[in-house]
């Protein structure tokens, strides 16, 4: 079945740092996927795993964080608080009876770089292939 | 500090799957120090039972509330501000908690939230160890301060037993002989000697062996 996903992505700002280059149109030229919609925090430290969960309250099929390098954090462990928080909202996500692989957690390095794209469409091929969020009835 | 743990959440969507409102109430006592019941995790759990009722096909309507402690007369009654707001409660409480709320206000159903572990201690960020068994009848002035009726796996009174190796249980190698390291701690202070003196057969009646206990302290009572 095909669908057009809702995707969350929370990112810090020094890893997202794509999504202002050419006055915010740079990632769509490379082919950011249209699903993703990308919220940018001062650091990935600062999210709970309340703000993950009510992203899914909200509509999400998939929600994914990108933070820095675990040994690049900008804050120093902001970017391991948060793959931490992911990895519970995983583990509740599956206690629920839903995919785990629904969200997840990047670390990756700051700057202009590919791979952000490149996992953003990682990302949409992996929502699209496990289909609409259980959550959604 | 009494240590607890969430329930699993097939356990409490179960629970709460025929009402319509839900109170998630949570403690700020105990439970909030060791990160299973305070307001944090009591939003957290509002938000999966949500999505857990959402994913049934069922809609639930949520209030997430705290109080100062759930094991105060004082503190139960200020549920009285969500009067109408609920179907159930839903406690983040330790068991006592639960209890309280179930003794005090007839007309309230109240389900457990969390499995209420031990009294324990945090030494290291987000790991929580047992320290006492709250047996009613305390041996720590004779033992270095190091619990045996909580720490040691078969609560022996006079020394270990033959399992103990490298100052290790045998029940599991992350575990410490806690007789290994009474005896240590005594010898540290020049009271091994200690170590041979004859523990009696222990009255297991303070430990609740003899029924629930009650405290009762005439000075305090008005």
Not at chain 1, 71 to 76: A, E, F, P, T
Request: with cysteine; charged share 25%; hydrophobic share 35%.
């Amino acid at each position: 079945m095909s669908f057009d996903p809702a995707i969350t992505l929370f990112s810090c700002h020094y890893t997202s740092q794509q999504s202002c280059a050419e006055e915010g149109k740079e990632l769509e030229k490379l082919g950011f996927p249209s699903s993703i919609n990308l919220v940018r925090v001062p650091c990935t430290g600062k999210l709970q795993v309340t703000t993950l969960l009510k992203a899914f309250e909200d509509g999400a099929d998939g929600v994914y964080v990108v933070g820095c390098p675990t040994d690049g954090c900008h804050n120093v462990k902001g970017s391991m608080r948060a793959a931490k928080r992911v990895a519970a909202v995983r583990d509740a996500l599956e206690e629920l009876g839903v995919e785990g692989g629904r969200v997840q957690m990047y670390h990756l390095p700051r700057g202009l770089h590919p791979e952000f794209v490149a996992k953003g469409k990682e990302m949409d091929r992996r929502i699209r292939g496990m289909g609409p969020s259980p959550f959604q009835n | 500090m009494i240590v607890a743990e969430r329930k699993p959440m097939s356990e409490i969507i179960e629970m709460v799957q025929d009402c319509k409102k839900v109170l998630v109430l949570a403690c700020r006592g105990c439970v909030t120090v060791c990160s299973a019941g305070g307001e944090r995790e009591a939003e957290i759990l509002s938000s999966l039972i949500r999505l857990g009722m959402k994913k049934a096909g069922k809609s639930i309507e949520i209030t997430t509330g705290s109080l100062v402690r759930q094991c105060d007369r004082e503190y139960i009654d200020e549920i009285d501000q969500w009067d109408g707001e609920y179907d159930a409660v839903v406690s983040t409480a330790c068991g006592v908690g639960v209890n309280f709320i179930s003794n005090l206000r007839k007309e309230t159903m109240v389900y457990p939230a969390l499995n209420t572990t031990f009294f324990g201690g945090s030494a290291e960020q987000g790991e929580w160890t047992e320290q006492c068994a709250g047996c009613g009848d305390c041996v720590l002035h004779l033992t270095g301060g190091l619990c045996p009726v909580a720490r040691c796996a078969k609560s022996l009174m006079n020394g270990p037993c033959g399992g103990s190796v490298d100052g290790r249980c045998e029940i599991h190698k992350d575990v410490e002989c806690i007789w290994q390291s009474i005896h240590d701690r005594l010898a540290s202070f020049n009271r091994s000697a200690q170590m041979e003196v004859i523990a009696p057969i222990r009255d297991w009646s303070s430990a609740g062996h003899g029924g629930p206990r009650k405290i009762v302290r005439d000075d305090l009572t008005v």
